[in-house]
């Protein structure tokens, strides 16, 4: 089954075409970050049209790079949310007007379950049930997988996404945008334990990275900001260290607790060496095996889209021409049973 994927929750004009669910014949991006960095960060206007502007070409590159038409495919898979209403539209409407011009199947993915579908990519996969963290610019979240693909919230964070604390950090240092890629480049050359910031753990499996962001802007406020690179490197280690020891700590504590073998962990944030790093590290002492996806199918792409499409197609979901755009689901909503 060959499906295309379309994705343009955000700020990435992405389509992808993949062979039942496994295969990537091919994964365009269009980032507009070059567009939106002047304005520190996405400006969801600009961000529609950029999208209206980019998913003509962006398909057609998919189609071509895969080397097959229209005709070929069996199936559109469309992220419907969570993401920026506008910038959603843009993706599902095309979507749609495919779908019904070629008398194809529709159906629309939550932009979570792409992310955690984008390890079925992966040539060795998990074994089911596992623990997912999706950890992006909109959502610090543990889910437990099973073989039902019933995808149970065990985690959320309560204030800020980690990706929101690497990109609110970077805006607070002054040091440019998308954040998190910033300062994971300028950590590399930093000592991580220069600053002692905070390791917020509330109790449960909840997240909150609001307090570290607070305690960097207190330090800023304190310390003025640093006029030499080597300063700068040692404060962007020193709190990229602080989420990174939370998200390590927190989900292996998830894990341990519910008692899984396998952990996945994926989005944005994913792409982040410091955290692939420590989280291979530790898994590894801890006895559990960690499946994270490639760089590119951390951040937002199709190819993850048309994944989860695959699988939602088997499993029997498939949406109709009424189907909408979501800027926002429930966090324990990322797929209803059959
Ligand atoms: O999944 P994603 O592409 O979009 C959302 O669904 O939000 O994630 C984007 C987030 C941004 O906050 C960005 O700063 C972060 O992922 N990110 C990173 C890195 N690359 C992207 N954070 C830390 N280190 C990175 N290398
Ligand atoms: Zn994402």
């Not at 992808?16 to 002047?38: K, P």
């Not at 002054?174 to 509330?202: C, H, M, T, W």
């Not at 197609?313 to 498939?318: K, N, Y």
Request: proline share 4%; with cysteine; hydrophobic share 45%.
């Amino acid at each position: 089954m060959l499906i295309l994927g379309i994705e343009t929750s955000c700020d990435e004009t992405a389509a992808a075409v993949v062979r039942d669910g496994r295969v990537i014949l091919s994964n365009v991006i269009y980032s507009q970050s070059d567009i939106h960095s002047s304005y520190g960060g996405v400006v969801p206007e600009l961000a529609s049209r950029m999208h209206i502007d980019t998913i003509i070409p962006v398909v057609t590159e998919a189609l071509g790079q895969a080397g097959i038409g229209l005709e070929n495919i069996d199936a559109v898979g469309v992220t419907r949310g969570p993401g920026l209403v506008g910038s959603l539209l843009v993706g599902l409407s095309f979507a749609k007007a495919l779908a019904f011009a070629i008398g194809k199947p529709l159906a629309g993915v939550n932009h979570i379950e792409g992310h955690i579908a984008a390890i079925f990519l992966n040539e060795v996969l998990p074994s089911f049930p596992f623990l997912a963290l999706v950890v992006s610019g909109g959502h610090t979240n543990t889910y437990l997988v099973d073989e039902k693909e019933t995808i149970k919230l065990i985690g959320q964070t309560r204030d800020d996404a980690a990706g929101e604390a690497f990109d609110k950090g970077a805006k607070l240092l002054n040091i440019g945008y998308p954040g998190g890629i910033v300062i994971d480049r300028l950590a590399q050359n930093g000592n991580e334990s220069a600053v002692k910031f905070p390791r917020p753990l509330p109790e449960g499996h909840d997240f909150s990275f609001s307090g570290l962001k607070t305690a960097l802007l207190n330090y800023v406020k304190k310390n003025g900001l640093p006029d030499n690179s080597d300063a700068l490197a040692n404060i962007a280690a020193s709190y990229q260290e602080a989420i990174v020891d939370v998200l390590v700590e927190k989900t292996l504590r998830a894990a341990e607790l519910i008692a899984v073998r396998d952990i996945v962990v994926c989005g944005g944030v994913a792409a982040n060496s410091r955290l692939r790093f420590c989280m291979d590290q530790e898994t590894r002492k801890r006895g559990y095996r960690l499946f994270i996806p490639p760089l590119i199918l951390c951040t937002d792409n199709a190819a993850m889209i048309a994944a989860a499409a695959h699988r939602l197609l088997i499993a029997g979901h498939s949406n109709g021409l009424d189907l909408n755009a979501v800027s926002r689901f429930c966090p324990d909503l990322v797929r209803l049973p059959v």
